[in-house]
């Protein structure tokens, strides 16, 4: 009996591990200040991770989400997991750290207040979904 209890213990925690990640909500409509820096553009189908090295610039647009500026032409957009991020806002800026020069989906962004040294949490992230002109 207490072999079978000590592998249903075991047993558990593996089903979990093997249990595949949900996905985070995408929001079907994007906020109306996305919608604008979006204009014109399509979207492409989303990717896990994006290169930093040719990242012009990155924006935050509310606490829904970012754009990472590759190009004039092409832009990504990421939400946070769990589709809001209450201290992301305008004029805040987001600290990044990855093992390499890839930012991917899950990895952390800390959004911080950097004139006042002023931390608000962190943020996991989506997938990044291409959007062209």
Not at 9 to 24: D, H
Not at 37 to 63: E, F, T
Not at 67 to 73: G, L, P, T
């Amino acid at each position: 009996m207490r072999i079978a209890i000590a592998l249903a213990a075991l047993a558990l925690p593996l089903s979990v591990l093997a249990a595949k990640p949900e996905r985070p909500p995408i929001p079907e409509t994007p906020s109306p200040r996305l919608a604008q820096a979006l204009k014109g553009r399509i979207a492409g189908k989303p990717v896990g991770c994006i290169n930093l090295r040719p990242q012009l610039s990155s924006q935050i647009v509310d606490s829904t989400a970012i754009i990472y500026k590759e190009s004039r032409r092409r832009w990504y957009v990421t939400y946070p997991n769990r589709g809001d991020c209450p201290g992301l806002a305008p004029g805040r800026s987001i600290i990044t750290r990855t093992p390499g020069t890839r930012l991917c989906s899950g990895d952390l962004a800390r959004v911080v207040d950097l004139p006042m040294r002023f931390e608000y949490g962190s943020c996991a992230f989506s997938d990044f979904t291409p959007y062209v002109k």
